[in-house]
């Protein structure tokens, strides 16, 4: 059935009601959940990496299950369930992943699923779309879209959520709109978008907030992280620092996400340099407390914005 206009205001209405707000029928909006993408951390094994994390406030772990990741997809039966162990263990959730899943008859797709369903993880990051060569751009994204569907059927069957990121650059889903394009038609029930505002403000300097209205019946969960533009060599290139250095527009967006209603889990992303080339060689411990550090202080700028 096509999504139409009035297929988007019920969903959008149906999305709301189900992440009330303070004010609503009198009831407090629940607490936000903040986990951390794993991939800064791949030097830590999973025990650490937990102690780490839980040291710095977090709730959770937003593991790497993808190759060179903290998972791997061949070895995912065994080694996730060890992963999400040493997240309870800590005393943290373990709700979402990373993967780069892109289709449901992929080798190591089910597995993946099956796996993280049964450990609770409710949340997966998919891989991203290239555009098909020598084909129209709109061709693409409905031939994308119909790879969607065909995962949304997999999703269903372990109730478990895909979220496609927003990414800056030249794969699908770069722009927010060519991302509704493509996931329109898609049920967001199982398969939806992880909005990510560092790359929306990339792409969308001034026009991010029209493209968050758009999605939002599709957002599952949140990306944050932070970036600015530099000069470097006569060029301008985006270098990505720790929250509040950059130039995103965190008030404005969290104006927003409150306005549409927004509260899904958010994944809290730190690509910016945890550890100077010197300090690599460091002793475990040592590198541990550096990064901890960083770690704690964007955890607790992102729980100022928060609260």
Request: hydrophobic share 40%; net charge positive; charged share 25%.
């Amino acid at each position: 059935m096509p999504y139409t206009r009035r297929n988007f205001i019920q969903t959008l209405a149906m999305a709301g009601a189900a992440f009330p707000l303070r004010g609503l029928a009198g009831k407090a909006a629940p607490a936000w959940e903040i986990h951390c993408f794993s991939k800064p951390f791949q030097w830590m094994d999973y025990d650490l990496l937990c102690e780490t994390f839980a040291a710095a406030g977090l709730d959770g772990v937003d593991y790497t299950v993808r190759p060179g990741g903290h998972v791997l997809p061949e070895k995912v039966a065994d080694d996730l369930p060890k992963a999400v162990a040493a997240v309870k263990k800590a005393g943290m959730k373990a709700v979402m992943m990373t993967t780069a899943i892109l289709d449901a008859k992929e080798k190591y797709t089910e597995d993946i699923l099956q796996t993280a369903a049964g450990e609770g993880i409710r949340y997966y990051r998919m891989g991203w779309y290239e555009y098909l060569k020598d084909r129209p751009l709109l061709e693409s994204l409905h031939h994308r879209g119909q790879q969607l569907k065909e995962l949304t059927l997999l999703n269903r069957k372990y109730n478990i959520r895909a979220a496609y990121q927003n990414h800056a650059g030249k794969l699908v889903g770069a722009s927010v709109w060519d991302l509704y394009e493509m996931i329109k038609d898609v049920d967001p029930a199982f398969t939806g978008v992880q909005y990510d505002i560092r790359h929306a403000t990339v792409e969308g300097a001034n026009s991010w907030p029209l493209g968050l209205q758009l999605i939002r019946p599709f957002i599952n969960t949140l990306v944050i992280k932070d970036t600015r533009w530099t000069q470097r060599n006569g060029r301008y290139v985006l270098e990505n620092v720790p929250l509040g250095e950059g130039m995103v527009d965190f008030a404005a967006f969290f104006r927003q996400v409150k306005q549409l209603g927004i509260h899904v889990p958010v994944t809290l992303h730190l690509e910016y340099e945890l550890l100077s080339k010197a300090e690599e060689a460091l002793p475990v411990k040592q590198k541990q407390q550096i990064v901890l550090n960083k770690l704690k202080k964007d955890v607790d700028t992102l729980k100022g914005w928060l609260a």
